[in-house]
């Protein structure tokens, strides 16, 4: 009981000195639960929305593709609309309806903008059915009638200002069709985003499935007080049990959606956690550093408890239970702070174009308990070594003089150790390089970036030594005797400044190894384009990768100023190399041009024969997989058409990016093989100019492709500035993750120097009196600062760009040839971490200032 | 009782008075209404130039705050306090700052080295501060006087109290100070090092013409002084030159009497 007290009392004694380590628990535990609350939300809403748009049972064609896939040649695959009187007729059936849908649709309005999400959410065309009255209801005019109308759903309308009578083009793979609003319809569960436009029955059927008579699904309804499993064993009987049909009731129909759904949640959580992860990480220096600097500054009082009878084992669980009592108002905090969090997420996604709504919000009894346990066991983990101290505080303690506590030295055991392990982990880093086995060297990369960082941890304080000496030399010395005393300072306890530089580290390590990896990756695309790429011009689907419709091929192929345009298609066959191994592959068929665009190294052969009559060619690493030589004949049963038989004319080599391990053929062996209307349409499209014709050509292309928005053209510039931008977007959300641990570790400097100044009041005093004025006062606490600062970039940066070296010279394997250290942006975070080191200063040192001298002279130890 | 005070005038003699320092009808008063203190009552003092003065008196009757005052270190209620022709009490932080660091020197009970410096960094630091080079021939002659040049590459911790005290003392000298304030510098002594503290002051003040200001309770201490001045409640209540420790402890006797009785 009497622990508990004064454990109480001392939380509350020094909560202003513990509020920095709880804004760190806070700030950790806020990101797990907002994590988490967020993605809870986001299933609920998927949730809602398929389970409600789902039928009974489901009818769809075996060959069906999933909800990630787009059908090659733009049709969806279908079944025939006797199914639908077929199902009709089976027991507890309610209501069949033939339901005919395309993900492959593009829509735009008159002024040929993409109606469509800018998210990744699809655009959805489909037949108007009883079926889809489950999640929507038409709030002004009326469902399609004819081929000449549509209803659009209203988040669209109102994204784009579209009203009735207003003109929308469906781009579809059978051509274009355009029709006036005639309806809109809202849904009634909250939709994350997609854009869905309603046609009649027939003209869906004729214009996104190209048939008359087929369906994409049929949708069963069943009578009351049958099951839906019932519904599913009926249907299936009246079906005779045909295994050309997919059955699923509405659960599983839900589910199978949910997974492609979840997938991508599953993702985007654990990567949200592991950064969450990393924040706890750096959040338990600050607490360690705390919880140390309480101890040493309660050492006579600690004494004094000894003297008085106080055990080892009270002393040390009094300073356990202050770490569990900011564990759990830090935690208490923080779930709080995670649901705003979440709610904060959900704004910024519907600013971005995915709606959702906090009508949601799912708090998971999970979450706040996940949240209070991790806070709790951190802080406690965190205060355990220095708890330990305290307990180890002699009763003597409280006789001495206290002073300030005596210097902490780095030791030289775990300097050892430290060495010991940074050692191992550079040596890891160096297999790394060497390594020829992708799979192996990544182990080795793991290890070696696990030991380096532990390693750096430990003999943190003994680098703090060398490295503020250094830097003290370089930067300090400018501001003569103040400059000293800064560096004194920040010496003066290297474990302290070894924790607090050792947070900013981690941070600073992953941003240095990451833009070192994403810088070598843009320069080793661009040196590989510049290398193999021909053409001038790609035309593609940059944002979704869907197909090229035949209609915006035709207006690129009819382009004037063009030396020639190349078709490019992705085929799948089943493929029997001549060792009789059959395996699923993918085939390129291009027009014989496409040598010119992309220029392949053949190793043995003639590359220009593989376009030959019924010939092929093959990579380097399924040649030597497989046995296969020029010459040989490979057997390629194309999944939609029938079997060939195409002799290997050439081996390409695989030392690639592009079309790696691609198997070429012409379009026009694929093509008499393949029915023209199974044939898939253009993945993507090159041309090249005719010679001095390229800035006509450019216009030329992108005025063509105007009425078809979502393909753009690029020249090769462009082409390496949307490389560019997207590894340059995909690092910056990075860092945006990384920020969180970096502000915890700013919070850390600036607990440390406050901490600090709390127990250099004497001094400050003293050296008040003796005459350093407030402002050389502020001056030496915000060097101090900067020190520490730049002592974790150097630290973080080096270490940082050592991983991502190793990790470019690992990835090399896999064309990553090219290494480029972004000095540019490492430098600007290392001077901006002088500026943060500036700012951590901010308070402290205005605090400090703000000391009157007599009363910081007359303090107690 | 109210003895008065003489206060003892000196001329000017041109450039530097013989007054180091003076206080007139200073007075330092803590708090408002019924909660009011007064720690000193319109006090009037003169520091002599080249002299050891010691400020001796009760707990509770003022005499460090008189002291804090005099230094520049606490500001007064009303009054002024001059050091030589400079009027202190009207100086704003930056400008007493200064003062402090160029015209005072100090002498605090304990602590008074920053641990991260060795003993002649601390020596140097306020001259260090000011961005002034010390003396070097002046300097050497201070670290022999106090004797410490076998211990200057010595960290604080390294030393022991006595010794501590004295690079302090050597500190005050070192930027040859207009005046030296010592708040009881050898309270934490034993007899011996306290008397090598108190024989090295003295040595300061006869042989290199220091000026000097000490609070102290110890009757030994105060007979190293030239002039005791005695307090009491905020006022000064008597004075005594050239003393033995047996007649303070006497006055100090009469003190202790007069506190019981009254």
Not at chain 1, 395 to 409: F, I, S, V
Not at chain 2, 12 to 40: D, F, I, P
Not at chain 2, 161 to 176: D, N, P
């Amino acid at each position: 009981m009497t622990v508990w007290k004064t454990s109480v009392r001392n939380f509350l004694a020094h909560k202003g000195r513990m509020a920095l380590s709880a804004v760190a628990v806070l700030l950790s535990v806020a990101f797990v639960c907002g994590t988490l609350v967020f993605t809870d939300t986001m299933n609920t809403t998927f949730d809602k929305l398929f389970t409600i748009s789902s039928p009974d049972v489901t009818v769809s064609p075996k060959d069906a593709e999933g909800a990630e896939e787009q059908p090659g040649n733009g049709k969806p695959a279908s079944l025939p609309a006797s199914v639908v009187q077929q199902v009709a007729k089976a027991d507890g059936v309610e209501r069949a309806e033939g339901s005919a849908f395309s993900m492959a649709v593009t829509v735009v309005n008159s002024e040929n903008e993409n109606m469509g999400s800018q998210t990744g959410a699809p655009t959805i065309a489909s037949n108007w059915t009883k079926n889809d009255l489950r999640s929507m209801e038409i709030t002004s005019g009326h469902a399609p009638r004819g081929p000449t109308e549509v209803m659009v759903d209203a988040d669209t309308a109102k994204k784009h200002k579209l009203g009735i009578g207003d003109e929308l083009r469906i781009i579809a793979a059978t051509g274009d069709l355009r029709a006036k609003i005639g309806g809109i319809a809202a849904f009634t569960v909250t939709n994350p985003g997609a854009a869905v436009v309603y046609l009649d029955t027939a003209t869906a059927q004729k214009h996104l499935l190209g048939a008359p008579d087929v369906f994409t699904q049929v949708l069963v309804t069943a009578e009351s007080g049958v099951s839906d499993a019932r519904l599913k064993e009926s249907v299936a009987a009246a079906l005779d049990g045909s295994a050309a049909y997919k059955l699923q009731t509405q659960k599983e129909a839900a589910d199978a959606n949910k997974d492609s759904m979840g997938a991508f949640l599953d993702v985007m959580k654990y990567a949200m956690l592991g950064f969450a992860g990393i924040a706890f990480l750096v959040g338990i220096f600050l607490i360690v550093n705390t919880f140390s600097m309480l101890v040493a500054q309660r050492t006579r009082e600690i004494g004094l408890m000894r003297a008085i009878g106080s055990s080892r084992k009270q002393v040390n669980r009094s300073v356990l239970l202050e770490a569990v009592l900011l564990g759990i108002v830090g935690s208490l905090l923080g779930v709080a702070a995670g649901v705003g969090l979440s709610v904060g997420l959900m704004k910024m996604m519907s600013a971005v174009g995915m709606e959702l709504s906090t009508g949601d919000l799912t708090v998971a009894w999970t979450t706040p308990v996940i949240g209070l346990l991790l806070g709790v066991v951190v802080t406690v983990l965190a205060a355990y070594i220095p708890a330990r101290r305290a307990g180890k505080v002699s009763p003597m303690a409280a006789l001495r003089d206290a002073g300030t506590p005596a210097d902490g030295r780095s030791g030289w055991i775990r300097a050892g150790i430290g060495l010991l392990l940074t050692a191992a982990g550079g040596a890891a880093l160096w297999v790394t390089t060497q390594a020829d086995k992708a799979t192996e060297g990544s182990m080795y990369l793991a290890l070696g970036v696990l030991l380096t960082l532990i390693g750096f941890i430990v003999i943190g304080p003994l680098l703090a030594g060398v490295v503020v000496r250094a830097l003290s030399v370089v930067v300090l010395r400018l501001f003569g005797p103040v400059g000293r005393l800064a560096e004194r300072n920040a010496l003066r306890n290297p474990r302290r400044t070894g924790a607090t530089g050792a947070a900013l580290m981690i941070g600073l390590a992953l941003v240095a190894c990451l833009s070192v990896v994403g810088s070598s990756m843009v320069a080793s695309a661009t040196e590989e384009l510049d290398r193999s790429v021909g053409a001038d011009f790609i035309v593609q689907d940059g944002g979704a990768g869907r197909p090229i419709v035949p209609q915006a091929a035709d207006a690129v192929h009819a382009v004037p100023g063009l030396e020639h345009v190349t078709d490019y298609a992705f085929l799948k066959a089943k493929i029997t190399a001549p060792n009789g191994k059959t395996a699923d592959e993918g085939i390129t068929a291009a027009d014989p041009t496409y040598q010119q665009d992309v220029r392949r190294t053949a190793l043995s052969g003639d590359l220009a024969e593989a376009y030959g009559k019924d010939a092929m060619s093959v990579g380097e690493d399924y040649a030597e997989k497989h046995g296969v030589k020029v010459g040989d004949t490979m057997t390629v049963a194309f999944k939609e058409g029938k079997t060939a038989k195409l002799t290997v004319a050439a081996i390409t080599s695989d030392d690639t990016n592009i079309d790696r391990g691609a198997m070429y053929v012409n379009l026009t062996t694929a093509a008499s093989y393949v029915a023209a209307d199974r044939m898939p349409q253009n993945a993507v499209m090159f041309a090249k100019a005719e010679e001095g014709k390229e800035k006509e050509a450019y216009a030329a292309l992108k005025s063509a492709l105007a009425e078809y928005p979502v393909y753009s053209v690029q020249n090769q510039a462009d082409f390496k500035e949307t490389l560019k931008d997207q590894v340059g977007q995909l690092l910056n959300i990075v860092y945006g993750l990384l920020a969180l641990a970096i502000i915890v570790a700013v919070l850390g400097v600036v607990n440390t120097l406050a901490l600090s100044v709390v127990e250099r009041t004497r001094e400050i005093g003293l050296m008040r009196a003796i005459g350093l004025s407030r402002r050389q006062l502020r001056r030496m606490i915000r060097l101090e600062s900067v020190v520490i600062a730049l002592f974790g970039a150097l630290l973080g940066l080096g270490l940082g760009m050592g991983w991502g070296t190793a990790a470019q010279k690992l990835l090399a394997l896999e064309g990553l040839e090219v290494l480029d250290i972004p000095w540019p942006t490492i430098l600007t975070v290392f001077a901006c971490s002088a500026l943060v080191g500036l700012f951590a200063a901010l308070v402290p040192a205005f605090r400090a200032g703000r000391m009157n001298v007599l009363n910081a002279i007359a303090t107690d130890g | 009782m109210t003895t008065a005070v003489t206060i003892p005038r000196h001329g000017g003699t041109g450039g530097r008075t013989a007054v180091a320092a003076r206080a007139r009808q200073v007075v330092k008063a803590y708090g408002t209404g019924e909660t009011r203190v007064v720690a000193l009552d319109h006090v009037d003092v003169d520091i002599a130039r080249g002299q050891f003065t010691a400020i001796m008196g009760p707990s509770g009757s003022g005499k460090s705050t008189l002291m804090h005052c005099l230094a520049g270190l606490d500001t007064v209620t009303s009054g002024e306090i001059f050091l030589d022709e400079t009027e202190i009490t009207k100086l704003k932080d930056k400008k007493l700052t200064q003062l402090r660091r160029d015209r005072i020197g100090f002498i605090f009970q304990a602590f008074n080295l920053l641990p991260t410096l060795n003993a002649i960094e601390n020596i140097t630091l306020p001259m260090d501060i000011a961005g002034r080079k010390p003396d070097a021939g002046w300097l050497q002659q201070v670290v022999e006087t106090v004797g410490l040049a076998e211990r200057l590459k010595h960290r604080p911790t390294q030393l022991s109290g006595g010794q501590q005290q004295r690079v302090a003392v050597a500190r005050a000298l070192a930027a040859r100070p207009e005046i030296i304030f010592g708040d009881e510098p050898t309270g934490n002594l034993d007899s011996r090092a306290g008397a090598e503290v108190l024989s090295f002051l003295r040595k300061s003040v006869d042989e290199l013409g220091q000026t000097i200001v000490m609070v102290t309770h110890d009757p030994v201490a105060a007979s190293y002084a030239d002039r005791v001045l005695y307090l009491a409640d905020g006022s000064i209540v008597d004075e005594m030159h050239h003393p033995t420790a047996e007649q303070v402890l006497d006055r100090m006797k009469n003190f202790d009497a007069r506190g019981r009785t009254s």
